[in-house]
């Protein structure tokens, strides 16, 4: 063939249409648009989301208490003076100490939002590139993408200034490190992880023994410098505090979510109705299989093919882990505690996803059948994030948030404007309540208040552990629920007094003297009043030795 026929074979060639390389190139460009945008259009919804509601969480104000109190220099403690660990992520608040004195102490939960939304968005890309790794295509990894930004634990705490963004940041980086055998700057994502939480450690250990398995020995060299970084925040923690762990697990392991002990039926069921029903909830009650089905298929996927890849075990096996981590600690039932277990879960779903719609196309072998079952997908996803999922969040959320507003930083404020500035109030919610009061806090959950715990433990019971801590502890003002005086009902359960002389020598020794009602009850129920107590000028309770041998202890 003459050189003309070759050219002109090539140019009747390039003439009848792309090549192959050129329609690849074209679709993962169209990809990474339709990723970009999908990256932006959830950015834009947390935004306005924030600016809507105006979300601050109660848990963060007590980070941007400790944060507050180490950038102006007064140390890492929620009471000046009291050297208590009671901040779970020691990372979050010495970052935002640093920022806070660059910034401004006052800009603080300004900056907070500011950096855990970032953290949160750029965990969107990272969830991609992890799913793209587990073999899913790019179309299903958008779709995950997408779960993401439409789940509204996620997005809540994001924007609410909680550290969970952060936590989740630091999860989905260490995993797309870890699958690349980057293992050094992975186990390092894990390091800061673990000072972001504690119970990061989990996450840890089950990437380090995923890791020793994949390499088939015990992997020394990688864990040198996460070591390194955890050393020194460990020898702090001992020397400044005399403790390693926060005292809060322990607060919140007397206080306890349990009924007849960990073992009881009762207690198995109401966490596994929590726990459970909450990773299996998300598409909600009516679509509960269009949750199941695509984790039972993803799991199936990841298990089936460990050998191949022993780090897809982690998405299936962390949930089973940290679920019995809050369950043997006795965990709150939070919400935010579940989204790393619901990050997980996202992952299986859209690993799920990909497998029902490869399953459907080879039922269906047509041209159009994949791209007719993808866009299924999508509209499926889009239609039950916004009209279910997140159906009145809005709303909602405004209207708690106004609650928040409305009461807990109301009554901050007054006492801050209203009390001596070395008065002791008493009160369960330190969040709002201790950032904007700036008073001594004796917390009657123990978080902050190691005492308390001690009290809480030679307790019998709830309504004991209240006399007690009014006895040893002296508050000079109390914060209480409405109900709890009123209805005599403690707030964590049981009657507030449990005999007259209980009851007596709170009215002897307590006046109340300001009511706050939230505006929009119907969203608090009986936790919408509050009432703020003050010790009557006089009075004063008999000495701490005297209230354990009243109370039998």
Same mark, same amino acid.
């Given at each position: 063939?003459?050189?003309?026929?070759?050219?002109?074979?090539?140019?009747?060639?390039?003439?009848?249409?792309?090549?192959?390389?050129?329609?690849?190139?074209?679709?993962?460009?169209?990809?990474? @648009? !339709?990723?970009? /945008?999908? &990256?932006?259009? *959830?950015?834009?919804?947390? $935004?306005?989301? =924030?600016?809507?509601?105006?979300?601050?969480?109660?848990?963060?104000?007590?980070?941007?208490?400790?944060?507050?109190?180490?950038?102006?220099?007064?140390?890492?403690?929620?009471?000046?003076?009291?050297?208590?660990?009671?901040?779970?992520?020691?990372?979050?608040?010495?970052?935002?100490?640093?920022?806070?004195?660059?910034?401004?102490?006052?800009?603080?939960?300004?900056?907070?939002?500011? @950096? !855990?939304?970032? /953290?949160? &968005?750029?965990? *969107?890309?990272?969830?991609? $590139?992890?799913? =793209?790794?587990?073999?899913?295509?790019?179309?299903?990894?958008?779709?995950?993408?997408?779960?993401?930004?439409?789940?509204?634990?996620?997005?809540?705490?994001?924007?609410?200034?909680?550290?969970?963004?952060?936590?989740?940041?630091?999860?989905?980086?260490?995993?797309?490190?870890?699958?690349?055998?980057?293992?050094?700057?992975?186990?390092?994502?894990?390091?800061?992880?673990?000072?972001?939480?504690?119970?990061?450690?989990?996450?840890?250990?089950?990437?380090?023994?995923?890791?020793?398995? =994949?390499?088939?020995?015990?992997?020394?060299?990688?864990?040198?410098?996460?070591?390194?970084?955890?050393?020194?925040?460990?020898?702090?923690?001992?020397?400044?505090?005399?403790?390693?762990?926060?005292?809060?697990?322990?607060?919140?392991?007397?206080?306890?979510?349990?009924?007849?002990?960990?073992?009881?039926?009762?207690?198995?069921?109401?966490?596994?109705?929590?726990?459970?029903?909450?990773?299996?909830?998300?598409?909600?009650?009516?679509?509960?299989?269009?949750?199941?089905?695509?984790?039972?298929?993803?799991?199936?996927?990841?298990?089936?093919?460990?050998?191949?890849?022993?780090?897809?075990?982690?998405?299936?096996?962390?949930?089973?882990?940290?679920?019995?981590?809050?369950?043997?600690?006795?965990?709150?039932?939070?919400?935010?505690?579940?989204?790393?277990?619901?990050?997980?879960?996202?992952?299986?779903?859209?690993?799920?996803?990909?497998?029902?719609?490869?399953?459907?196309?080879?039922?269906?072998?047509?041209?159009?059948?994949?791209?007719?079952?993808?866009?299924?997908?999508?509209?499926?996803?889009?239609?039950?994030?916004?009209?279910?999922?997140?159906?009145?969040?809005?709303?909602?959320?405004?209207?708690?948030?106004?609650?928040?507003?409305?009461?807990?930083?109301?009554?901050?404020?007054?006492?801050?404007?209203?009390?001596?500035?070395?008065?002791?109030?008493?009160?369960?919610?330190?969040?709002?309540?201790?950032?904007?009061?700036?008073?001594?806090?004796?917390?009657?959950?123990?978080?902050?208040?190691?005492?308390?715990?001690?009290?809480?433990?030679?307790?019998?019971?709830?309504?004991?552990?209240?006399?007690?801590?009014?006895?040893?502890?002296?508050?000079?003002?109390?914060?209480?629920?409405?109900?709890?005086?009123?209805?005599?009902?403690?707030?964590?359960?049981?009657?507030?007094?449990?005999?007259?002389?209980?009851?007596?020598?709170?009215?002897?020794?307590?006046?109340?003297?300001?009511?706050?009602?939230?505006?929009?009850?119907?969203?608090?129920?009986?936790?919408?009043?509050?009432?703020?107590?003050?010790?009557?000028?006089?009075?004063?309770?008999?000495?701490?030795?005297?209230?354990?041998?009243?109370?039998?202890?």
């Amino acid at each position: 063939m003459s050189r003309y026929a070759k050219a002109l074979m090539m140019k009747t060639m390039k003439n009848c249409g792309p090549s192959q390389h050129d329609v690849a190139g074209r679709l993962s460009y169209h990809y990474m @648009l !339709l990723l970009g /945008l999908t &990256i932006c259009a *959830g950015a834009a919804w947390w $935004l306005y989301f =924030r600016l809507y509601t105006d979300i601050m969480l109660e848990d963060a104000l007590i980070t941007y208490r400790y944060a507050s109190n180490i950038a102006m220099g007064k140390g890492f403690v929620y009471n000046q003076g009291e050297r208590v660990l009671g901040s779970t992520t020691p990372l979050l608040t010495l970052l935002l100490a640093l920022l806070g004195k660059v910034f401004g102490v006052v800009n603080i939960p300004t900056i907070s939002f500011i @950096l !855990l939304s970032s /953290l949160g &968005i750029l965990t *969107g890309p990272l969830n991609y $590139l992890i799913l =793209r790794q587990l073999d899913v295509s790019r179309f299903t990894a958008i779709v995950g993408v997408i779960l993401f930004y439409g789940n509204r634990d996620i997005m809540i705490t994001a924007v609410g200034g909680m550290e969970t963004p952060l936590v989740l940041f630091l999860m989905a980086l260490s995993y797309y490190f870890l699958m690349g055998r980057r293992y050094t700057p992975g186990l390092v994502a894990c390091a800061a992880l673990i000072l972001t939480r504690i119970d990061g450690v989990i996450w840890a250990a089950l990437v380090f023994a995923v890791m020793c398995l =994949r390499e088939k020995r015990v992997m020394i060299k990688p864990v040198i410098l996460p070591a390194i970084i955890l050393a020194p925040w460990f020898i702090f923690s001992w020397a400044y505090f005399g403790a390693l762990l926060p005292n809060t697990i322990e607060a919140k392991r007397v206080i306890g979510n349990t009924v007849g002990g960990i073992f009881s039926y009762h207690t198995a069921c109401a966490f596994g109705e929590w726990y459970g029903w909450t990773l299996l909830l998300y598409f909600g009650k009516k679509l509960v299989l269009c949750t199941i089905l695509p984790i039972a298929a993803g799991c199936r996927r990841l298990v089936s093919g460990w050998r191949a890849l022993p780090f897809g075990l982690i998405p299936v096996l962390f949930p089973l882990a940290y679920g019995a981590f809050l369950y043997l600690g006795k965990a709150p039932y939070f919400p935010w505690y579940l989204l790393p277990a619901i990050w997980c879960s996202l992952l299986l779903i859209s690993m799920g996803f990909e497998e029902i719609i490869r399953f459907c196309v080879k039922v269906f072998p047509r041209p159009y059948s994949a791209p007719l079952f993808r866009g299924v997908l999508l509209a499926f996803v889009v239609f039950v994030l916004f009209f279910v999922h997140n159906k009145g969040i809005l709303d909602h959320s405004y209207k708690y948030q106004s609650n928040e507003y409305s009461t807990r930083k109301t009554i901050g404020l007054w006492l801050r404007d209203n009390t001596p500035p070395g008065s002791a109030v008493a009160m369960e919610a330190i969040g709002y309540q201790g950032y904007y009061s700036n008073r001594r806090i004796v917390d009657f959950a123990g978080l902050v208040s190691p005492r308390v715990v001690d009290i809480r433990k030679r307790s019998r019971s709830n309504a004991e552990a209240f006399y007690g801590i009014l006895r040893t502890l002296e508050p000079d003002y109390l914060v209480l629920r409405s109900f709890e005086v009123d209805r005599n009902m403690h707030f964590h359960g049981g009657p507030l007094f449990e005999n007259r002389e209980q009851r007596a020598f709170f009215m002897d020794h307590y006046g109340e003297i300001k009511r706050f009602i939230a505006p929009y009850p119907e969203v608090w129920g009986e936790y919408a009043g509050l009432v703020i107590y003050k010790k009557k000028t006089g009075s004063r309770p008999e000495a701490s030795g005297s209230v354990e041998g009243r109370t039998g202890r």
